[in-house]
């Protein structure tokens, strides 16, 4: 293309091709040459770095430099030339002042062209580490919400383990009904944790299923009512949403009277979903382990952000729990 521009920037109204053609030649080196010294040295290593001090005083030399041999060049071609010059025809068009604009030109076109293509390497770059960076931060999201849809106490599991023991002990006709809840509950809590969302039946089914075994673990200490009042049957919500409230409520919960008393309702309507939880317990360690609903709290942020309510409540002989979320239908 420089070669091209300059037969013609040369050539415009001169009939002797072959003098203009060669003496086009003898420029390329030191445009190339000029060209490339601010493409991949001064632009890189100076401009992109923010050292446009030395950038402007290296190229103050850069043109003192390349003047003496632009000179050159013309005085060479020139010469070497000669021999295709025809007294009839004018060899070149233009003087030398021109010439030597024409070479700085296109240096300058160079320049122009490498800062925009410096600057759409910057972009793509910027686009793909911010692509790489969201991708990680969502890749932490979902190793974190998987996390917290784990965190189902392991006393629950040990303690559970136990009881199972001793009733295998006693040969008791409660334990084949006692493992099947409980693997079906560990089937829930460790291959549904990976799905966006089950059915919530699904999820009342193992909160039933928690409930029973905790009847049997406690026997006549425990009283649970978990009622219900869903207005249709084909309601979605997140795995293991609601069955850490229940699980907390016995771990948090303390008997009065020699009996824990649990009570839960779940209520739905059209976009909401409605779940309360209380439990007996005492007011100072009601205070003291409360804290287990912080993960909770993190996980419910993570899925619908500010679009739901949780509120806990602490009293003398209770510990309370209401929860209210969007809802989605199949």
Known sequence: MVYYFYTYFLGYGSLNIEYINNFSLFLMPVTISISYFFYFFL??????????????????????????????SILYGLVFSEKFKLNDYTPITKGVIFIILGIYFITFIVITISLLIHNYKSTLKSEDLKNKFLQTKLQLKEQELKFLKMQLHPHFLFNTLNTLYGFALKKSDAAPDMILKLSNLLDYILYQVDKPSVLL?????????????EKIRFQDSLQVNFTKELHEENIEIAPMLLLPFIENSFKHGTQINDVLKVNAFLKTSDNLLEFTVNNTSKNSLATKRGIGLNNIKKRLEMLFNNDYTLNITK????????????LKNV
């Open 201 to 213: 039946s699904d999820e009342i089914k193992h909160i039933e299923n928690y409930i029973s075994l």
């Open 43 to 72: 632009i890189p290593k100076y401009l992109l770095k923010n050292k446009q001090g030395l950038f402007f005083l290296y190229t103050i030399y850069t043109f003192i430099i390349s003047f003496f041999f632009i000179v050159l």
């Open 315 to 326: 009293e003398d002989t209770s510990f309370n729990v209401a929860l209210k979320i969007p």
